[in-house]
């Protein structure tokens, strides 16, 4: 889709809170063409996020929600200047994951299933006294190879849910009534100190994932490790600034 094909009127025309446009200083033609310059950051999000939705959603419909996150973010911030693509960012995906959410992109089953097989790890662990390995996991679960990589990218899907939305919602503890410039300033902060409690590896899953919008297997691809290892890894780090960002709230 080219960005003459993409709906963007209806975007302009979708309806927010009052409190979504108290920095609106835009008026719609600009709201538009904006929509139009920023819609490769949208594709770009859509393209990393598609990949674990399990096709819930076509990429039409999963571009449309982006734009209509990208416009909530034009309105907030104001004329965009070289921060406004990453202020951006976590709304545009703040907005799918919500639609995904509410669409149960993952069926109960496959979640309950998850936590069953999670609860199994923690008690092979404690059994050992350490981290098990793998081959240790496969064989006290009964799960196959496809099963396993199966459960760690669900899982570690599951884990970026939970850091999106502190993400998208937490640093909002500090920004109460900043603008959009000074949010992003903020939420730069508080997440430089959280990658710091990171090793090396961790730090750069993250920024591969949120950076890049590299999905975890393009991201297994560049750090030439398997699936499995950067879903342990990537849950790893998420878990660390998850706690960071919880503990700074």
């Not at 899907?157 to 993400?167: G, H, V």
């Not at 090793?199 to 991201?219: N, T």
Request: proline share 3%.
């Amino acid at each position: 889709m080219n960005a003459s094909a993409i709906n963007t009127s209806a975007a302009i025309d979708y309806e927010y809170p009052a409190s979504a446009a108290t920095n609106q200083t835009l008026a719609p033609a600009q709201e538009q063409q904006l929509l139009i310059q920023y819609l490769p950051l949208v594709k770009r999000i859509v393209r990393q996020l598609s990949l674990q939705a399990n096709q819930v959603m076509d990429r039409d419909d999963m571009e449309q929600i982006g734009l209509m996150g990208l416009l909530e973010s034009l309105r907030r911030y104001g004329e965009p200047d070289e921060n406004f693509a990453g202020f951006a960012k976590l709304r545009i995906r703040g907005a799918i994951l919500d639609e995904l959410r509410r669409q149960d992109w993952r069926p109960r089953q496959v979640r309950q299933q998850t936590h069953k097989i999670r609860d199994a790890i923690r008690q092979l662990s404690r059994q050992l006294g350490r981290v098990p390995q793998d081959a240790e996991v496969m064989t006290f679960t009964g799960l196959s190879e496809k099963e396993y990589h199966a459960f760690l990218q669900a899982d570690a899907c599951e884990a970026i849910e939970s850091l999106d939305e502190l993400l998208l919602n937490g640093p909002e503890t500090f920004t109460d009534g900043s603008s959009g410039l000074e949010e992003r300033e903020i939420t730069e902060r508080i997440l430089a100190q959280a990658l710091a409690t990171l090793s090396d590896r961790e730090r750069l899953v993250l920024m591969l994932y949120y950076q890049q919008e590299l999905s975890l297997k393009e991201i297994a691809l560049v750090l030439e490790l398997t699936d499995a290892r950067v879903c342990q890894l990537s849950k790893q780090a998420i878990q660390k600034a998850s706690r960071f960002l919880r503990d700074v709230q």
